[in-house]
């Protein structure tokens, strides 16, 4: 059976991680994601150290089932190719900053003159408009602005990082969600639309639950005492005998008393809502108990006990994980070189057919004739532009 997105091709100028994340999931779902980079140096993160099969590690991460097209889109020669691709194409996405399509004449109005039915994607840090829309920035930068940094650390320490991109995999995700309703939409109206992404807004997406609590009692969240990032005994994290840690997550009544019953405490179980003295005492005791036994004591302990835990993993130990195992997320991903390559799989499970598919990331501009070929264009015409760099 095909894949889902089989038969869509989206013409992808995204380079580093947030784009690139997020055409990397259609393009695991099937789309045809035609990666359009510049012939000399291609994404930036091609170069990024550690290498793995020649490349940097970061791109092979983020680039699987795409083609390469090497196009100078300074070059008048240049822009007349995407030109000419967006003419057949269903998708583009780019990652610039407001304002920069439109100076090259690529912009969203120019190539919905040549195909009505385009879907035009921009990413960037915080939209097409509004006070910041020419700042720059990086994921820091916008989950500092969006109140996520602000709540995520301990009671009285600083502002801790998270350990993986909030914004620029937030971000990423909504390029995939937004371009798939556009082209829902497009079947009803026949026409493309543009889409404008702001990692900003989806991290304050991202921040509901916390909102709807201020917004009920006017209380700005402290970070460490936020009821879910560190304010009950129950749902938190404790330290094991080995060095280990363990999460749980009592937040209902009954897994609260199974986990005071597999701590031996059942006289702790009664409390529902303590005052924050009494919760404090709480989380104290059972930071005391968890010390008692290590990691792989209290997993085996906790595992039949109905209780909501689990153990703090390293990556290692995830991708040996026997859940994360049966549901395919770990994907080994074949490159150029021959090198396989052991990364996440796609999050998307369908009833029937193949889910998804493992092609080799890229090398830059490994697929440029191919492409120029099928647009039309003459095995002279091609050579002529590799000769003017405008291709490679």
Known sequence: MPLLLEGITIL???RLLPGPYGTMLLADLGAEVVKVEEPEVGDYAREFSPSVGGEGALFQAVNRNKKSLALDLKAEAGKAVLRRLCATADVVVEQFRPGVMDRLGLGFESLRAINPRLV???????GQDGPYRDRVGHDINYIASGGILGITGTEGGPPVLPGVQIADLSGGMMVGFGIVAA???RERTGEGRFVDVAMLDTVVSWLSLPAAVFGANGEVPKRGRFFLSGGLPGYQ??????GGYITVGALEAKFWRNLCLALGRED???FAEPDEAKGRAIQAELARIFKTRTRAEWVERLSDAEVCFAPVNDLAETFADPQVLHRGMVAEVPLPDGTIMALPGTPVHLSSGSRTRHEPPPALGQHTGAILLRAGYSAEEIAAMRAAKVIR
């Not at 035009?120 to 915080?126: F, I, K, P, R, V």
């Not at 994290?237 to 080995?242: A, L, P, S």
């Open 120 to 126: 035009y994607c921009a990413l960037t840090g915080y």
């Open 268 to 270: 702790l179980a009664p």
């Open 183 to 185: 082209l829902l939409a």
């Open 12 to 14: 992808d100028l995204t």
């Open 237 to 242: 994290v404790y330290e094991t005998k080995d």
